[in-house]
């Protein structure tokens, strides 16, 4: 039942003790599998050839950007993003070598609120343990800091990205109608979230997927994140 104020209305749950987290900064995060360094000119070369091995260009269907055509014009892309507090933009390493990237944005200390976004993961990189433990570190540093909602958006008709979010953990919330305009198209845009109280188990269950133990000997995994993480989910769609 919601508390009540002095005029018998349902009031928010106070938060005592609660407050606000410090904003991300441009740290590395290691883990056991990738490495995130923020993301600047040095990493451009690398990702260029990574990302060049999609030849569809599919990475690029539901960005805001277009496929890069050249070194040049993604080096000049990586120049600018490099520069933003927000979006905070961060390469994802596998053996030293970039492979990826992602990043915090909408950056909300005050509101305990945050969301990872802008994933572009190269072909090299998806469906890697790699590409997982990325996501991992990157939730795990939100929690540590003291954030309150962890948020992943995107395009409706995005099925991959939305299977993503959900085999992370994230919880459906809705469909947000005609959100944006990207590319001169509409965009209907599916909201989902990881809040505090559900962060100890879907840590657990990505720990448990990211154990050594449950892969084979030839690499295959014994239990899946889909089915660790789907019993934690409040809604799914």
């Keep these: ?13 106070l938060l005592p003790g609660w407050t606000p987290p410090p904003a991300p900064t441009r740290m590395s995060m290691q883990g056991n599998y990738c490495r995130l360094e923020p993301l600047c000119l040095d990493h451009a070369p690398a990702l260029f050839e990574a990302f060049s091995e999609d ?13 890069f055509e050249t070194l040049e014009s993604y080096r000049q892309w990586v120049w600018g993003a490099a520069q933003n ?4 933009h961060y390469a994802v390493l596998v053996d030293g070598r970039p492979l990826g990237t992602a990043s915090y944005l909408r950056i909300a200390p005050a509101a305990g609120s945050i969301e990872v976004g802008w994933i572009a993961y190269a072909p090299a990189l998806q469906r890697t343990r790699a590409a997982t433990e990325a996501m991992y570190l990157m939730m795990r540093w939100v929690f540590d800091a003291g ?12 099925a991959a990205s939305r299977r993503a979010a959900q085999r992370f ?13 990207v590319k001169g198209r509409n965009r209907d845009t599916a909201w989902y979230a990881i809040i505090d109280s559900d962060w100890p188990k879907v840590k657990a269950a990505m720990e448990r997927w990211l ?10 995994q014994r239990h899946s994140l889909s089915a660790l993480t789907r019993p934690l989910l409040a809604a799914t769609g």
């Excluded at 018998?8 to 749950?13: E, I, L, M, S, T």
């Excluded at 030849?55 to 496929?67: A, D, F």
């Excluded at 954030?147 to 995005?158: I, M, Q």
Aim: charged residues 20%.
């Design 1 to 13: 039942m919601a508390e009540q104020n002095a005029l018998g209305q349902p009031v928010g749950a």
């Design 55 to 67: 030849e569809t260009g599919g990475i690029w269907t539901y960005m805001p950007v277009l496929p």
């Design 147 to 158: 954030y309150r909602r962890y948020e992943w958006k995107c395009d409706a008709l995005n």
């Design 85 to 88: 507090p927000d979006p905070l």
């Design 169 to 181: 953990g994230f919880s459906f919330e809705g469909i947000f109608r005609q959100a944006v305009v």
């Design 211 to 220: 154990d050594p133990a449950n892969f084979d000997e030839s690499g295959m």
